[in-house]
Each structure stands twice: as structure tokens, then as C-alpha cells.
Nanobody
Framework: QVQLVESGGGLVQSGGSLRLSCAASGFTFSSYTMSWYRQAPGKQRELVAVVLSGGITNYVDSVAGRFTISRDNAQNTVYLQMNSLKREDTAVYYC?????????WGKGTLVTVSS
């Protein structure tokens, strides 16, 4: 059974940094594509960053150069380092694991960026 548990969210001032973590269990972590999504109040969930099983990464334009996704296959954990945070980064951030078109989700962690 796939389990994903996010942590690291919180309140931060604009320009600050946070690092999110997603601890995974119940599947062969190294084989999965891992992603971070976010959902702001009143908006649809959007893909923020993805890291493939081979380590290739990609980002939505709005966070490129500020966020870094990484994975530690030995620890079954995926991270999202968020720097230069902006108010518009305020959202619930969700961890996603994808294998052969099947998605699994964590419950999310709230990030609030204040001015």
C-alpha cells in the first residue's frame, strides 16, 4: 500500500525559504516518478516540480530558478527546497507518486507566505 507523508510546511515571510519532505513507503520508490503539486485557495491543483526515476527534473515556469526538487532513493524521500518565496506560493503542497499511469497522493502540507 502506497503511503506518502508530507512535512515541512509552515508560515514564512516573503523572500524566505522552506524545505518540504515527503516520506514514502509501501512501494519501490526508486522506480516511481515523484512530483510536488500545489493547490491555492480557489484554484485548481497544479504541478510544481517533477523528478523522474533517473533523476531528471522539470519545473513549472513560475518556480523555476527558485525551487529545487530532489530525491533520496536510500531514504525513500523526495524533497522540495523552496527559496525566494512569494505570497503567490501560498498553497497546500501535495506529494505525488506515479507508476504506469497510476497516481498516489499524500494529504498535503500547508505553506503560507506572508508579506
Amino acid at each position: 500500500q502506497v503511503q506518502l507523508v508530507e512535512s515541512g510546511g509552515g508560515l514564512v515571510q516573503s523572500g524566505g525559504s522552506l524545505r518540504l519532505s515527503c516520506a514514502a513507503s509501501g512501494f519501490t520508490f526508486s522506480s516511481y516518478t515523484m512530483s510536488w503539486y500545489r493547490q491555492a485557495p480557489g484554484k485548481q491543483r497544479e504541478l510544481v516540480a517533477v523528478v523522474l526515476s533517473g533523476g531528471i527534473t522539470n519545473y513549472v515556469d513560475s518556480v523555476a530558478g527558485r525551487f529545487t526538487i530532489s530525491r533520496d532513493n536510500a531514504q525513500n524521500t523526495v524533497y522540495l527546497q523552496m527559496n525566494s518565496l512569494k505570497r503567490e506560493d501560498t498553497a497546500v503542497y501535495y506529494c505525488n507518486a506515479r507508476w504506469l499511469g497510476t497516481d498516489s497522493w499524500g494529504k498535503g502540507t500547508l505553506v503560507t507566505v506572508s508579506s
